[in-house]
């Protein structure tokens, strides 16, 4: 159980254009989702938190209208980079509380963005 | 500032050896403290501790939480080449349990 998926795996854009990623619980509901980033050979920094039915909670130094975050079902949440640059290259990953196990995190695969 | 600080940041060790990965931690309203492992893609979940003095294990995994000194740590024994890859240590704090994680220990296990 406790299964995130996220879509795509790896996508590859040209500068100025925006991409979409999707963040998905197959097998639970999710009210609470946290998209991450992480550069290579770093740890993983959390961008913002995403509320079902609500506006996205950012960290500071995370640029609301660059990240754009929907957390329109129990669900489903998407993250898009609008305008993209390639600084934006890296992985991000999306994750999800059950509920049921407490403060317990399960991770989608993540998504390698490569900025040209 | 919340602060999540792992050691060693990398390690190489032999098949069959046992290693102990430190975290210690510096957080405002700690709830629970969390090993992952990642190998190329998202962190796979290990452990999730709550309470000190109490051990988790699963396999040659084994990892204990010390909530008096602020630590945890995560051991393998009999390593295999299969354990290779970075752990790490995230600590939920809040009513939301956001997680912060500090930067991983890289654990080489050569044959």
């Known amino acids: 159980g406790a299964v995130v998926s996220q879509h795509p795996s790896w996508v590859i854009c040209k500068s100025g254009t925006s991409v979409k990623i999707e963040c998905r619980s197959l097998?639970?509901?999710?009210?609470?989702m946290f998209w991450y980033r992480q550069f290579p050979k770093q740890s993983l920094m959390l961008m913002a938190t995403s509320n079902e039915g609500s506006k996205a909670t950012y960290e500071q130094g995370v640029e609301k209208d660059k990240f754009l975050i929907n957390h329109a079902s129990l669900t489903l949440s998407t993250l898009t980079v609008t305008s993209a640059h390639p600084e934006d290259s890296s992985f991000y990953i999306c994750?999800?509380?059950?509920?049921?196990?407490?403060?317990?995190?399960?991770f989608g695969n993540g998504t390698r963005l490569t900025v040209t | 500032e919340d602060k999540v600080v792992q050691s060693p940041l990398s390690l190489v060790v032999h098949e069959g050896d046992t290693v102990t990965l430190n975290c210690s931690y510096e957080?405002?309203?700690?709830?629970?403290l969390l090993w992952y492992k990642q190998e190329k893609k998202a962190p796979t979940f290990l452990f999730m501790l709550?309470?000190?003095?109490i051990e988790k294990k699963s396999g040659r995994l084994s990892s204990i939480l010390d909530k008096k000194e602020l630590f945890s740590i995560l051991n393998i024994t009999a390593t295999q080449t299969g354990d290779s890859a970075v752990y790490l240590c995230a600590v939920g704090r809040g009513s939301n349990y956001k997680l912060t994680f500090g930067k991983g220990t890289l654990l080489t296990v050569n044959p």
């Open positions: 957080v405002t309203n700690f709830r629970s």
């Open positions: 097998d639970f509901q999710a009210t609470t």
């Open positions: 994750s999800a509380r059950t509920g049921a196990d407490g403060g317990t995190l399960h």
């Open positions: 709550t309470s000190s003095g």
